[in-house]
């Protein structure tokens, strides 16, 4: 059997990149190797001099939505980033930018925060899930 | 194997609650156990006081698209709720609150509706969907 | 092991239909069998009278994305149609409407473009899932 959680971050929202991180988190907190490959908004959110930026909810968050998610960070809890960040060191985590969007969006990886460890192609993303589960965020 | 039929529900919009709930009676009508876990805005939707309500469609649904679900349900089509329940009479259906969701929106398991099992954290829901499927709506 | 792709495509915009499409054209490139299911607004995408249409992007994409994507597009790059017609010359790709959902959009087969191969319920979508990845989009 494939543990490996593979997940693939399309959206860049700030709701749904919390989603992922705790994911990520629980499941490297119970050992298994998680490998998130970035598209298109969810790649734009990792750029360098944008990642502690605020980037929105989903469009049906609305007003009540995003004052909550403020609320939250506003009382210290830990950013989608700093989540990630926490679950590398916890355990087998690995992050990689897809190359085509990449290309959409005329990034190169020094463009990209540290916690990204790489760029690769589909085929290889394909490979590393092997015959685990697949997420689509 | 494992047949386990695991559902992050994140997004809280009739037409991504309805494919939820059709995808969750199809896989129990064929005997495999569901586990729904809801986050964020999916959670929002399933409080007593709002399940019943119009909670929308995507942006992309359009005019067009918003009258034909509403086409439906005027026409007697069973609300994503109402599938819901059906599907946990007919199988192995279990829906649990995300605990970290339940904080965000200050909610006890009291607000929710009794068609929510429970409230579960992230390492529970891993442990659920074990090496089944796992799908992000 | 069951190594076949099912991914249930949910969402109409030319960003999530690009990301389904090069999953697709990768997992036909490495000999997997992957079966597609439209529902919803990815069907409506798939009309004979629309497939070629500008069918927008995520509301999160902004102006910057919407730009880039159409570069790409004047650059010369192949439409989410022509990856998936290609991808289905190259491996075992099945493209499959959802039967509710044509009801819902009132569509015959004939209103689609030919590159859906049929029509069928979500029972025969999950039988054809089997126990590999379902991703939904």
Same mark, same amino acid.
């Given at each position: 059997?494939d543990? !490996? %959680?593979? %997940? /693939?971050?399309?959206?860049? !929202?700030?709701?749904?990149?919390?989603? @992922?991180? #705790?994911?990520?988190?629980?499941?490297?907190?119970?050992? *298994?190797? #998680?490998?998130?490959?970035?598209?298109?908004?969810?790649? &734009?959110?990792?750029?360098?001099?944008?990642i $502690?930026? &605020?980037?929105?909810?989903?469009? =049906?968050?609305?007003?009540?939505?995003?004052?909550?998610?403020? $609320?939250? *960070?506003? @009382?210290?809890?830990? +950013?989608?980033?700093?989540? %990630? *960040?926490?679950?590398? =060191?916890?355990?087998? /985590?690995?992050?990689?930018?897809?190359?085509?969007?990449?290309?959409? %969006?005329?990034? =190169?990886? +020094?463009?990209l925060?540290? /916690? /990204?460890?790489? #760029? =690769?192609?589909?085929?290889?993303?394909?490979?590393?899930?092997? +015959?685990?589960?697949? #997420?689509?965020?």
């Open positions: 059997m543990d !490996t %959680l593979a %997940l /693939v971050m399309f959206s860049g !929202t700030d709701d749904k990149l919390q989603a @992922a991180a #705790v994911l990520t988190a629980g499941a490297a907190a119970v050992g *298994r190797p #998680v490998h998130m490959f970035l598209q298109y908004w969810a790649l &734009d959110a990792f750029r360098a001099d944008r $502690n930026a &605020d980037h929105g909810a989903a469009p =049906e968050a609305g007003a009540d939505g995003r004052a909550a998610m403020a $609320n939250l *960070r506003s @009382a210290g809890q830990a +950013s989608w980033a700093d989540t %990630l *960040r926490q679950a590398k =060191e916890l355990g087998d /985590v690995t992050i990689q930018a897809c190359s085509l969007s990449m290309d959409l %969006l005329k990034l =190169e990886q +020094s463009d925060d540290p /916690v /990204v460890d790489g #760029v =690769e192609g589909v085929a290889a993303f394909m490979f590393a899930a092997g +015959s685990g589960q697949i #997420v689509f965020i």
